[in-house]
């Protein structure tokens, strides 16, 4: 998994260099490390926190992350730098979830 990282951190670079529109103070730098845990290691660690708010506090200590159990998707998120996953697969959002990323100009597929 390793190796596929420093690909797609590779990718990700490279997209920069035709789409500089993709490097912006919004999203920071693709990190060199990758960093593993299990959906249950993160759950330990805050056991009072929802699954959401586990998954941004364990991004905050460790900003490039594959957590085991949750699938592979969040990947596709990261050469777009898309805000939410609804950008890159197509998923039941409700309205009131469609009416806030509007608002920031994230465009959920239907």
Not at 73 to 98: I, Q
Request: proline content about 6%.
């Amino acid at each position: 998994m390793r190796k596929i990282w420093k690909v797609l951190i590779g990718a990700g670079r490279h997209a920069q260099e035709f789409f500089p529109e993709l490097k912006s103070d919004m999203y920071p730098e693709f990190p060199d490390e990758l960093q593993f845990f299990h959906a249950e290691e993160i759950l330990e660690m805050y056991t009072d926190l929802p699954r959401k708010q586990r998954e941004t506090a364990i991004l905050k200590e460790h900003p490039a992350v594959f957590i085991i159990g949750i699938g592979q998707a969040r990947t596709y998120m990261c050469f777009p730098r898309t805000a939410h996953l609804g950008e890159v697969t197509v998923t039941v959002c409700p309205d009131e979830l469609k009416k806030i990323c509007a608002e920031y100009n994230t465009h959920v597929l239907e």
